[in-house]
């Protein structure tokens, strides 16, 4: 700088003023701040932080109280809404906007607000979810009753059969490395990941959850496996795929080079999990699981690779493929029994026998949905909902894997909005 102000003085020209900030990035600042103070009033808000550590400092030094939080983020958000921008300015204004509209529904409902699970859904992740009749559904387990026949609950029947399939706790550790190495090697031919990035594997208990991401910054995750029940050895590649490649990890990762340091935008280094970024989060880590394998690739590797390091019988392996597929479509279910159930139409026991039947599940998986349900509540939608809307968008981008991986780089390497999915 202080050669480029000489040359400047030497030729009589008059060095310019410094740049001041634009709007947007002011507008970033103050966003991160209401999000940093806000997780301080609810523990687990902000899933992940990696701006500057002094941000954060502040936040707990000097938290608002959510009276005034809601007050400045209504204030923001106006700011936001008066703004004039265009091309990536106007996605990042429009990112902006969304984020903030969840992060009012959010404090509104820390101070008591009560919305039904439809609502709650649109406010915080930006769709609203069609709750259809669990009886709608019954199409769907009368066609797996056939995949898996005999006596006995249906229920009973598939989780027993599923059983066959669970990872040994002593092999579970070289099957996910197994796993998440080939996740990571699909992915890599296909999206140019960030020099230097990694992650930690790391297996935990007491969770609701079966696998989470959490990330550092500088292209770092930690990535943790539930073993509170068995794992099945088709979810060892949901999970590789989900957490990791091009699942959370490289998501996060590319938004931090493509935006974060690539373009300043300082919003993107944190993660508030109630958020419409939450959808593009899960609906793109789960379909990346079939853009990773595509149509029979993945039961391709596991009988190839993952049946002999877990020590599994492949021999009725195309039969789970199929029995997994089918119950996709019973995604939906989950949604209607939570909506009931959080709305105190269904008692917990209630809930949870009608998550066992429709999520065809044993008595502790359908546990441990429900603790999930407890903790999360609309999040669920992000899943199901999310991996339709995501699936819909990239495949509408061409039929090849080229043009897919195309637009799936694009998805994660953007500020996407759920109403984005739906152009």
Known sequence: ??????????????????VAAAPLDDMARDYVALVLEYGEHEEGYVDAYYGPPEWAEAARASKRSLG?????????RARVAAE??????????????AQLRALSA????KQGLKLDFASEAEELFGVRPVLKPLASYDPVLAKIDKLVPGPGALADRVDAF???????????????????AECKARTAKNLPLPDGEKFDLEFVSAKPWSGYNWYKGGYHSLIQINTDLPTYVARAVDLGCHEGYPGHHVYNALLERELVKGRGWTEFAVYPLYSPQSLIAEGSANYGIDLAFPKDEQIAFETKTIYPIAGLNPATAKALVELNRST??????????ANDYLAGRLTRDAAKALIQRYELSSP???????????TYRSYIINYGLGRDLVQAHVESAGKTQAARWQAMTKLLSEPTLPADLRK
Do not use: C, W
Not at 68 to 76: G, I, N, S, V
Not at 84 to 97: F, I, N, P, V
């Open 84 to 97: 004039q921008a265009t091309g990536m300015d106007e996605l990042r204004r429009k990112y902006l906007a």
């Open 1 to 18: 700088m202080r050669r480029l102000e000489l040359a400047l003085a030497l030729l009589g020209i008059a060095a310019a003023a410094p």
């Open 106 to 109: 959010r404090i509104a409902m």
């Open 364 to 374: 502790a998986r359908a546990e441990q949905r429900m603790k999930f349900i407890d």
């Open 328 to 337: 996709r479509a019973l995604a939906g279910a989950s949604y209607t029994v």
């Open 68 to 76: 005034r939080l809601t007050t400045d983020t209504a204030a923001l």
């Open 162 to 180: 599923r059983k066959r399939y669970e990872i040994p706790s002593d092999r579970l550790k070289p099957v996910m490395e197994a796993a998440i």
